[in-house]
């Protein structure tokens, strides 16, 4: 069933057209995402969809009894409600349905409706189907519900009777998330529903919507999130809207390959162009071929010739580099503990870190990785332990909050003042690589956006020449091309990295190591994000096996119950267990396959007597049976913890 269709839509702003024959499609239960820079039109198209901005022309066609949920990119929940009546507005109906059953409960006890069989049976058949509406409804469970969604977005049972007036912006808009999640709506429109969420509360928030009973339609600059929720991605670009079929990652790809099509397509319609041009050039005046060159020039007036593909768009483009190298020790923190005041927010926090090293800082949101940052760069105080810093050290900071800009400052002089020795003409040029161009150096910091605010910091950055760089957030406020430019110019920095972010794509990309960092200390993880939450569920997996030994181990005598419970946890870690033995054994025979190819080669007469065939083969031939080595080793290890729980 189609939920919307967006059919041939404009909006302009005054003079300025944002949005020019947009087409899309939402069917129930498809999971769509809006892609595009910033500035795009992104927001806008949501708005009009919404109904909460008007557009120029076009159709905008839905059912009429559609409900639609809308969370703004920029939402303030007004209420003086607490947290736990705000939740329960949505279902103020099953409350009026529960007060009916109540009251025809007391019409079944009533002695003057029990003895009059009539009367009574009338009720009776009222209170059934009633009561058959209200539990279909999810009548019985709508609490139960309400707390699930509020403990996946971060609100507990301490946190039900807090009033909203005095919960933080990030609070609010997880609130107001929570509510609409709740409120199931047939479409349910998403601008940045990410922003505010730590990576807990993310990957909760992924799962929800892939079993979500309606159709969704999501903007968002997570790209990890984006890969594990849509199924389809409309890009907005140049005004226009164009279908991939796919996620985020299947986008770039098909994005890639249809560039190279339009690419082609482009030059060649160029060639045709550039020909009838010209022979309209030499033959317009000859009057023996006027005629002919006047034809040619109707068919390039008429012609609607294609525009350049849209890659030719202009794209920030800079790299890091440094002054001086240093040395190999960075930084070795012991024992620190780091907060404000005299109230420490996070303790015992270990970590090394030595030169070329690209380390992830994880953790929940308020756990103190930003103070942790912070206290490195000397803006606050060590509350105990130590911070021992290795030779020949500059650092960088990009400070999330972007605190070191000051909204007085042109673009230009934000960059100038820093460094009065560069000439204006080549601090034009490097803010030029940031997309500042012409006039634009000449705006006041404090009008920019957020993300040309983070392209203005970054240039700074840049301009430092650091040997480390800390990073707090650098994703935030950049749209997807800004991101990818980002992450391509720290993979190729020659210094050390430590940064704290919640772009799980961006950690998988920059990371060499990860460190969760939690109230009470630290844990080293020594590979990019997917490794750290594999080895994470791996600890915990392996955690509740010695639960459920030590439980087996006790004396006591366990009731039926905590034995079924115990058979069902030990249940679903062989589930788990048998599922990553069968990818493992996969991977094997994968490895097997390879090894005897090569082997196969290396015997054929006319390879084995070319020694520069030979040598790449032989050294891939060392790696895979390294390989299969370390995922033998892993096998055996899980064939012990299965026969463990078998025995």
């Known amino acids: 069933m189609i939920v919307l269709q967006v059919n041939q839509i404009h909006k302009s702003f005054g003079a300025e057209e944002i949005i020019s024959g947009a087409k899309l499609e939402v069917q129930h239960r498809d999971r769509v995402a809006l892609v595009g820079r910033n500035g795009a039109g992104k927001s806008t198209l949501l708005k009009i969809i919404a109904g909460e901005m008007s557009y120029d022309s076009g159709d905008l066609i839905m059912p009429k009894d559609l409900t639609i949920g809308y969370l703004e990119q920029q939402t303030d929940l007004n209420s003086d409600a607490t947290v736990w009546q705000e939740m329960m507005k949505i279902f103020a109906h099953f409350r009026d349905q529960e007060a009916k059953l109540r009251q025809l409960e007391a019409a079944m006890a009533d002695p003057d409706i029990y003895n009059d069989a009539e009367r009574n049976a009338k009720v009776m058949q009222e209170y059934d189907l009633l009561q058959t509406h209200f539990k279909d409804a999810g009548g019985y469970q709508f609490e139960a519900d309400t707390r699930a969604v509020l403990h996946g977005m971060k609100f507990y049972a301490e946190d039900y009777e807090k009033k909203i007036t005095s919960l933080s912006g990030g609070q609010k808009t997880r609130l107001m998330l929570a509510k609409l999640l709740l409120a199931k709506p047939q479409l349910l429109i998403l601008d940045e529903p990410t922003n505010h969420l730590d990576i807990e509360t993310l990957s909760w928030l992924e799962n929800y919507l892939k079993n979500y009973p309606g159709a969704l339609l999501i903007v968002s600059h997570d790209r990890y999130f984006l890969d594990q929720v849509v199924t389809l991605v409309y890009e907005v670009s140049r005004k226009k809207v164009r279908k991939y079929t796919g996620n985020y990652s299947r986008y770039l790809s098909e994005k890639a390959k249809q560039y190279e099509l339009d690419r082609k397509h482009y030059e060649k319609e160029q060639s045709e162009k550039a020909k009838l041009e010209d022979y309209v050039a030499r033959n317009l005046v000859r009057a023996s071929t006027t005629k002919m060159a006047q034809s040619r ?351």
Not at 302 to 326: C, H, L, N, V, Y
Not at 607 to 621: A, G, T, Y
Request: aromatic fraction near 6%; hydrophobic fraction near 35%; charge should be negative.
């Open 297 to 647: 020039r109707r068919v390039l007036e008429k012609t609607d010739w294609m525009e350049a593909p849209e890659g030719d768009e202009k794209s920030a483009r800079f790299g890091f580099d440094i002054q001086k190298q240093s040395g190999n020790d960075v930084l070795n923190v012991q024992a620190l503990s780091v907060g404000y005041g005299d109230q420490p927010v996070s303790n015992n926090i270990s970590l090394k870190l030595y030169r070329t090293d690209s380390l992830a800082l994880v953790g929940p949101n308020g756990v103190g990785k930003s103070t942790l940052l912070k206290t490195i760069m000397k803006e606050l105080p060590a509350l105990a332990g130590d911070i021992h810093y290795g030779t020949g050290i500059q650092f960088g900071y990009y400070d999330q909050e972007q605190a070191n800009l000051k909204g007085n400052k042109l673009v230009l002089n934000e960059l100038w003042d820093d460094y009065p020795h560069v000439n204006e003409k080549d601090i034009r040029g490097i803010l030029g690589r940031f997309l500042f161009t012409g006039d634009d150096v000449l705006k006041p910091v404090s009008t920019l956006s957020g993300g040309e605010k983070a392209r203005v910091a970054l240039a700074k950055l840049m301009m430092q020449k650091a040997n480390v760089l800390l990073l707090d957030e650098p994703t935030n406020h950049l749209d997807l091309d800004s991101k990818e430019v980002l992450e391509n110019a720290l993979i190729d920095y020659p210094g050390t990295l430590l940064f704290v972010s919640h772009d799980r794509y961006f950690m998988n990309r920059i990371a060499t190591k990860v460190v969760e960092l939690s109230r009470d200390g630290t844990t080293e993880y020594l590979g990019d994000y997917d490794y750290f939450v594999e080895k994470k569920l791996e600890t915990e997996e392996l955690a509740a096996l010695d639960a459920l030994e030590a439980k087996a181990k006790q004396p006591e005598i366990q009731t039926s119950a905590s034995t079924s419970q115990i058979d069902k946890e030990a249940k679903k870690l062989e589930r788990q267990l048998v599922r990553k033995n069968t990818e493992i054994e996969q991977a094997m025979e994968s490895l097997d396959e390879e090894i005897a190819a090569i082997e196969e080669q290396l015997c054929e007469p006319d390879i084995f007597q070319d020694h520069e065939r030979v040598m790449p083969l032989q050294s891939r031939l060392e790696e895979l049976k390294h390989s299969h080595e370390e995922t033998m080793a892993e096998w055996l290890e899980l064939q012990e913890q299965l026969e463990e729980i078998n025995s």
